[in-house]
């Protein structure tokens, strides 16, 4: 079972309920509304993994695209 506050504590930004994490040259994304949705961007945001339908893909992917400036390391 995922640790929603773990994951929240260790993500580089939080946005409308996603928390993005950077991890080398991928980014993971994780639901925290719904931990069992999730996907993993490589450094040119197409997706390696995910268990999230295409909308909320295109979502998370969207919120990624507008906000990376503030992504943390």
């Known amino acids: 079972m ?3 506050m773990k994951v929240a504590e260790n993500a580089g930004m ?3 309920g996603y928390a993005f994490t950077r991890e080398g040259r991928t980014v993971r994304v994780l639901n925290l509304n719904n ?3 999730a996907t993993v961007f490589d450094s ?6 995910t268990s999230m339908s ?3 893909i295109r979502i998370a992917k969207e919120y990624l695209h507008n906000n990376a400036e503030f992504l943390e390391d």
Do not use: C, F, H, K
């Open 44 to 49: 040119n945001g197409e997706v390696l993994e």
């Open 14 to 16: 939080i946005v409308n």
């Open 35 to 37: 931990p069992d949705m």
């Open 54 to 56: 295409d909308i909320e």
């Open 2 to 4: 995922i640790d929603r």
